[in-house]
């Protein structure tokens, strides 16, 4: 079945030493995206890619950094991890449409960071 | 801007009651709403969505219709079950807007048996 892919789907790292979330799709859709979601709140939009242009939100911290070699990955990088970037870290993907607007997402599972 | 406002949680029902979660929005064109369910430790997952005015969508018993007069999607279920505990965020996408889909903040939902 078509879908998005995330790995790991629990990650563990240190105080300050980078880490690399995965994510994956087989929908070729030209829209992807990566959320950060603390317990009991809504995802926060970090930045998404639409084909290769890539798009910040402003208020996304410089730790954060993203890559989307091709269609299919899509990748965040956080460079120093703080305590405080725990979460919960959401990929999805959407078909932009020709008309404007976009149809529904598709998310992954989720990777659940832990800093340690 | 594009805005949706749902209902503060938690909702706390028993098993078998109706359910009803409040939606509404803000939008400057004719967007798509939605409804997602997250259930714990999980992703969202798209449960059901109108395109258009009066439209009603309906999924595993739940349904909401867009009724444009009151700029509202609320979500209704006539029995709820255990197995519905979950978070539900209400979501539009705004072909006036940005394409950038936006969520509400979530209403977590807890049934008891």
């Known amino acids: 079945d078509a879908m998005v892919i995330q790995n790991p789907r629990y990650q563990v790292t240190q105080f300050g030493k980078p880490v690399t979330l995965s994510c994956s799709q087989t929908?070729?859709?030209?829209?992807m995206y990566w959320y950060q979601q603390k317990s009991s709140q809504a995802p926060k939009l970090l930045f998404h890619?639409?084909?290769?242009?890539?798009?910040n939100e402003a208020d996304t911290p410089d730790n954060f950094q993203s890559r989307r070699p091709n269609t299919s990955f899509c990748f965040l990088d956080i460079r120093s991890p703080g305590l405080g970037d725990a979460a919960m870290y959401l990929c999805a993907t959407s078909r932009r449409l020709g008309t404007g607007g976009s149809e529904k997402l598709f998310f992954g599972s989720g990777t659940q960071l832990s800093v340690l | 801007g594009d805005s949706v406002t749902q209902m503060e949680g938690p909702v706390t029902l028993s098993e078998e009651a109706f359910l009803t979660i409040n939606c509404t929005y803000t939008?400057?064109?004719?967007?798509?709403l939605f409804w997602y369910v997250q259930y714990p430790g999980e992703g969202l997952q798209l449960l059901l969505k109108a395109t258009k005015a009066d439209d009603k969508g309906s999924n595993k018993g739940f349904e909401a219709t867009y009724r444009k007069e009151t700029t509202s999607f609320h979500l209704e279920k006539g029995s709820v079950q255990v197995s519905d505990s979950a978070v539900y965020f209400c979501?539009?996408?705004?072909?006036?807007?940005?394409?950038?889909?936006?969520f509400g903040r979530g209403t977590s939902l807890i049934v008891h048996p």
């Open positions: 890619y639409y084909d290769k242009d890539f798009n």
């Open positions: 939008a400057t064109g004719y967007p798509s």
């Open positions: 929908l070729n859709h030209n829209v």
């Open positions: 979501a539009l996408s705004d072909p006036g807007g940005s394409y950038i889909p936006t």
